[in-house]
C-alpha cells in the first residue's frame, strides 16, 4: 500500500506536467485557424497567443500564498476543475473575447500547477532521487507536448478543416479529467503538515507515503512561515534568474509558433506538423536523458553546458533566416536546441526551484521563479511575431546571446544542490531569522 500510495502521488503530480505541456504546444496547430476565424494582425495574433500566458502569471503568482496556507494537493484539485473548463470553454468559444478569457482561465491552471505540483513531489522524494522524481513533472510536460503535436496532426487528418481547430483544444479535457481523478485520496505533504504544526496527520501522511518525517523538524517551525528579503534573498535571486533564463532560450516562443517558423523557411502546412512531431519526440527523449543523469551529474554543468549548446543551435537558425545556412539545416538545428534545452534549463529549473526555499515558504518561493518564467513567456510570446515580421533571425541572435549569458552566470553564481536534503540546502541559502 505504501509504495503504490507514493507511486500514484508521484504519477497523479506530475500529470499536472503532461497538461502543461499539452496547452503550452496545443495552440500552435491553431494559430493560421485563429488568424482566418478572427482577421487578426500578427499583433493580434500575439495577444490571442499571450492570453493564456497573462493567465498562467497570475497563477503563478496567486497559488503560492494558498499552497503554503492550505496545501499544494487541496489547491490542485481545484486547479484539475479549471483545466477541463478552460478546454471545453476554449473548444465552443464563439467570439475572441470569449476564447481569450477561456485561454486565461487555463493560464491560471497552468501557472498554479508549476508552483505546487514540483513543491508536492519535492516534499515526498528522497535527496538521492529527487532530481528524477520532479523531473518526472517535467518529463510529462515534454511528453505533453509530444501528445499535443499528434493530437494536433491526428485530428488535421480526420476533421473537417472548418473546426479542427476546437477539436484540437477540445482534446485537453481528458488529461484534465484523469488528473482529477488520480489526486482523489492523495494525503498531503508531510513535510507541509509538519511546518503547520500538525504532526500525528504528518506521521500518518508519512506511513502512507512510506517517507521518512525526521529531516522536515529541523527546517522551520510551525508559525514562522514568512516570505522576506532579508532572510530568503539569495534563493529569491537564483528563482527569478532561472525563471528568466528558461524563457529567454526561446524555447516556448519557439514551441508557440513552430508551425510560422517552418512556414517563413518555405515548408508547407502538412510538412511542419510532421517536423513539429519530430522535435516533440527528440524532447521526450532527451529529457527522459536528463532524467536519467542529472542526480549524478548534479544541476549546475547540466545547465553551463546547455547554455553553450543552445547558443550555438539558436545562431544557426538566425543564419538559416539570413540566408548563410540552407534551410534544409533548419529541423537538424532546432532539434539540436530542443535535445540542448531538455538536457539543461529543461530539467533544471522546476527541480531547482524547489530545492531552494524552507518548507514554510517554498510554495511562495517557487511562485516567485515560476512568476518570473512566465512573466518573461507571455511577453516573449507576444513580442516574437512582431519581431520575425521585421527579421526572422533578429529573435534567434537574441536567445543565443541570452544563452551564453546564462553558462557565465550559472557558472559563477549557482550553487550545487544534488543529493543534498532540502533542509540543509535552505539552511545554507537563508540568512538568519
Excluded at 188 to 209: K, M, N, V, Y
Excluded at 259 to 284: E, H, K, M, P, R
Aim: proline share 4%; net charge neutral; with cysteine.
Amino acid at each position: 500500500m505504501t509504495r503504490s500510495t507514493h507511486t500514484r502521488a508521484v504519477v497523479a503530480m506530475s500529470l499536472g506536467g503532461l497538461l502543461f505541456g499539452f496547452d503550452t504546444a496545443v495552440i500552435s496547430g491553431v494559430t493560421e485557424a485563429l488568424r482566418t476565424e478572427y482577421a487578426l494582425s500578427a499583433a493580434g495574433l500575439g495577444a490571442a497567443v499571450s492570453a493564456a500566458l497573462w493567465g498562467t502569471l497570475v497563477g503563478a503568482m496567486f497559488s503560492g500564498a494558498p499552497g503554503d496556507r492550505w496545501g499544494s494537493l487541496a489547491v490542485l484539485r481545484i486547479i484539475g476543475l479549471l483545466y477541463v473548463v478552460s478546454a471545453l470553454g476554449c473548444a465552443v468559444a464563439d467570439s475572441l473575447t470569449v476564447f481569450s478569457a477561456f485561454r486565461f482561465l487555463g493560464g491560471i491552471a497552468i501557472g498554479a500547477s508549476s508552483v505546487l505540483v514540483p513543491v508536492y513531489i519535492a516534499e515526498i522524494s528522497p535527496p538521492a532521487r529527487r532530481g528524477f522524481l520532479v523531473g518526472l513533472f517535467q518529463f510529462n510536460v515534454v511528453f505533453g507536448i509530444l501528445v499535443a503535436y499528434l493530437s494536433n496532426f491526428l485530428i488535421a487528418q480526420a476533421v473537417d478543416p472548418d473546426i479542427a481547430w476546437r477539436w484540437k483544444l477540445a482534446a485537453a479535457a481528458f488529461p484534465a479529467a484523469l488528473f482529477l481523478v488520480l489526486l482523489t485520496g492523495l494525503p498531503q505533504s508531510p513535510r507541509w503538515l509538519t511546518a503547520r504544526g500538525r504532526d500525528a496527520e504528518a506521521a500518518d501522511a508519512a506511513g502512507r507515503l512510506g517517507i521518512d518525517l525526521a529531516p522536515a523538524a529541523v527546517d522551520d517551525q510551525p508559525g514562522t512561515a514568512r516570505l522576506d528579503w532579508r532572510r530568503h534573498r539569495l534563493p529569491i535571486m537564483l528563482a527569478i534568474g532561472i525563471g528568466l533564463f528558461n524563457q529567454l532560450s526561446g524555447i516556448n516562443a519557439i514551441l508557440y509558433y513552430l508551425n510560422d517558423i517552418f512556414a517563413a523557411a518555405g515548408f508547407s502546412g502538412l510538412t511542419a506538423d510532421a517536423q513539429a512531431i519530430a522535435i516533440g519526440v527528440a524532447n521526450l527523449i532527451a529529457t527522459m536523458t536528463a532524467m536519467a543523469i542529472i542526480d549524478r551529474v548534479g544541476r549546475k554543468p547540466l545547465l553551463i553546458l546547455g547554455g553553450i549548446v543552445t547558443a550555438v543551435a539558436l545562431s544557426g537558425v538566425a543564419l538559416v533566416y539570413t540566408g548563410a545556412a540552407p534551410a534544409t539545416l533548419l529541423l537538424p538545428l532546432l532539434i539540436l536546441f530542443i535535445i540542448a534545452f531538455a538536457m539543461s534549463q529543461g530539467a533544471v529549473i522546476w527541480v531547482y526551484l524547489s530545492e531552494i526555499f524552507p518548507t514554510s515558504v517554498r510554495a511562495r518561493g517557487q511562485s516567485i521563479g515560476s512568476a518570473t518564467h512566465w512573466v518573461a513567456n507571455a511577453v516573449l510570446s507576444f513580442a516574437f511575431p512582431v519581431l520575425a515580421e521585421y527579421s526572422q533571425s533578429l529573435p534567434f541572435w537574441f536567445f543565443a546571446a541570452a544563452m551564453l549569458l546564462q553558462a557565465v552566470l550559472v557558472w559563477r553564481f549557482f550553487p550545487e544542490t544534488r543529493g543534498r536534503a532540502l533542509e540543509t540546502i535552505s539552511a545554507d541559502l537563508s540568512g538568519p531569522r
